[in-house]
């Protein structure tokens, strides 16, 4: 097919539209990219960082009512004093299971998830402990035997009150890791997006130019030729810049310049004829 100046337009313009949905579409994909990792990343260390805290929550609470108990156990008796304390304490272990699972599911990392397994694991040891405490309490057993359970289940707790404080670092941790990771993401994707849209403006620019060109140098040329023609310099040449309907032009410029020329050499050649004697007299 012949390359006219229409069809050089239309595909110049299809182009340049092409080139600058394939922009958008890149800008904003990298754009819902970078707000989708940005929330996922911030919801989990968010949410990491709550689920420490709440299991230190439960933990405190489950030793405030084993504390409680093993205070007011005398007092209240068995029955009421295991429905007023212990069913609180096992409640809130039962918690710490429950928000544990939950952290593990959500846990960036193996060495986070092992973390919060820890606790999970501590949690265990407490209640075992807790209920050989609980049983030499309520039996009235005394002296060593009571007492190493007793020294057992202060150091469960114990060990379950540090993995809840790692527990909540790695909350911490996680939660200033998902900033970094925005941050991280944020430098990738930005210049991603300032790249290519300065890609697609120089390709823009260039195929710009490069149809201007197509197009006005041609014309300029023919102007040049036709201001000559004009002041009667027959002299310059036409040049055919493409094979479009201005290249046409151009040996149709071309043709009537040779044309002149000749009509005005046949001019001249006339005038230089000597007038013959019959038309003198």
Not at 116 to 145: P, R, Y
Not at 195 to 210: E, Q
């Amino acid at each position: 097919m012949r390359p006219t100046i229409k069809n050089k337009l239309g595909a110049g313009f299809t182009a340049l539209l092409l080139l600058m949905g394939i922009v958008a579409a890149i800008g904003i994909y990298s754009v819902v990219g970078l707000r989708r990792s940005a929330l996922e990343t911030a919801r989990v260390g968010d949410r990491l960082n709550a689920i420490s805290l709440e299991i230190q929550v439960h933990n405190l609470a489950a030793q405030r009512k084993v504390k409680d108990y093993l205070l007011e156990f005398k007092k209240l008796g068995p029955e009421e004093a295991r429905q007023e304390y212990l069913d609180e304490a096992e409640f809130e272990v039962h918690e710490i299971y429950a928000v544990v699972a939950n952290a593990v599911k959500l846990a960036p990392t193996d060495e986070k998830r092992a973390k919060f397994q820890i606790i999970a694991d501590a949690a265990k040891n407490f209640s075992t402990t807790l209920e050989a405490v609980v049983q030499g309490v309520e039996q009235g057993i005394e002296g060593e035997v009571f007492a190493t359970s007793v020294a057992a289940y202060q150091a469960a707790a114990e060990r379950l009150s540090e993995s809840a404080e790692d527990g909540e670092m790695a909350g911490r941790e996680a939660s200033e890791a998902s900033q970094g990771d925005i941050e991280r993401i944020s430098r990738r994707t930005v210049p991603l997006v300032i790249g290519v849209s300065l890609a697609g403006l120089f390709f823009g620019l260039t195929m710009s130019l490069m149809l201007a060109r197509a197009i006005l140098l041609p014309v300029k040329h023919l102007t040049e030729v036709a201001e000559n023609v004009s002041l009667g310099n027959l002299t310059m040449p036409v040049r055919r810049f493409s094979n479009d309907e201005i290249g046409d032009l151009a040996d149709s410029f071309s043709r009537m310049v040779t044309a002149v020329r000749f009509f005005q050499s046949e001019a001249e050649a006339s005038k230089a004829q000597p007038v013959p004697e019959m038309v003198r007299s």
